[in-house]
């Protein structure tokens, strides 16, 4: 896997002075067209190869499934003019976007605003800034692809419904919308207790209600709607067909198939 460059930069600049300094001194530099890493991007905790190794891995396997949707769909990434990335973080799927798609016609969304400053800057796309209520979400482009990596797996059934509705409605016609959920496996491997001792606490009750309703969802501790949420392929088909008024068709699921992790699913809306 690639080397980085300068890539223990990472974390000497104390937190809370990075926001207010040049780009060079609080990203570190990856060889090619990737673009830098930011100093506190939360998705690369540590300062090694392997940590490296595996945060771009997790890039790579998002774009590797959105061109696979894409070719489900009839499409390829030369039929991608605008992209949505939601939630964009520091780039860590987005540099992978950038290598395909024309920059200008990316954008990077993230209630972090400091992550969508950071990619507007490093990577030349627009930018959003995303708020928790979903009704004030817009965006600057009508998207021929949606990428929402581990959102969905996060969010109250309420909210994911809400964002299934506002993301449909934001596809062109034939764009397609590729998003990750957890799905039963969650319950095995890697499973509930890798998300903390409060899911190790609550994982039977949560299993019960999953077998029962098709999902479950339990908040963070002192969280009111960003948690752990898990669904079932079939939850997952007849939500979408009965709460979106688009016409979405399903083109392509692949069960872990996100770094051997999170659901893939893959919807085409239809003309």
């Known amino acids: 896997m690639m080397k980085v460059k300068r890539f223990l930069l990472k974390r000497v600049v104390p937190r809370g002075l990075h926001s207010s300094l040049p780009a060079l001194l609080t990203t570190s530099t990856l060889p090619g067209s990737l673009g830098g890493v930011y100093c506190y991007d939360q998705m690369l905790t ?7 190794d595996v945060y771009l891995a997790a890039g790579k396997s998002a774009l590797d499934n959105c061109e696979a ?43 972090d605003r400091s992550a969508v400053d950071f990619c507007r800057r490093t990577f030349g ?4 800034y995303s ?19 581990s959102l969905f797996t996060h969010l109250d ?15 062109r016609p034939g764009g397609v919308l590729v998003f990750t959920t957890h799905g039963e496996s969650c319950f095995t491997r890697p499973g509930l207790p890798a998300y903390g001792r409060q899911f190790r606490e609550t994982g039977d009750r949560m299993k019960a209600e999953y077998q029962r309703d098709g999902y479950c969802y339990a908040p ?4 009111d709607y960003y948690g752990i949420t898990v669904h079932s392929e079939d939850y997952v088909k007849k939500t979408i067909a009965r709460e979106v008024p688009e016409r979405m068709e399903l083109v392509r699921f692949a069960p872990r198939g996100w770094a051997d992790h999170q659901d893939v699913w893959a919807y085409r809306r239809t003309a």
Do not use: M
């Not at 796309?125 to 959003?128: E, S």
């Open 46 to 52: 540590r300062t090694s190869q392997s940590a490296l």
């Open 125 to 128: 796309v627009k930018g959003v």
């Open 131 to 149: 708020s928790d209520d979903l009704n004030q979400l817009t965006f600057p482009d009508a998207y021929d692809l949606i990428w929402v990596g």
């Open 69 to 111: 949707a894409l070719a489900a769909a009839g499409r390829t990434f030369k039929d991608v003019r605008t992209c949505l990335d939601l939630p964009c973080g520091h780039g860590r799927v987005l540099r992978w976007f950038c290598t395909k798609i024309d920059p200008a016609g990316i954008t990077a969304c993230e209630i």
């Open 157 to 171: 059934p309420a909210r994911c419904v809400a964002l299934w509705r506002k993301l449909s409605a934001a596809l």
């Open 220 to 223: 963070y501790e002192g969280a």
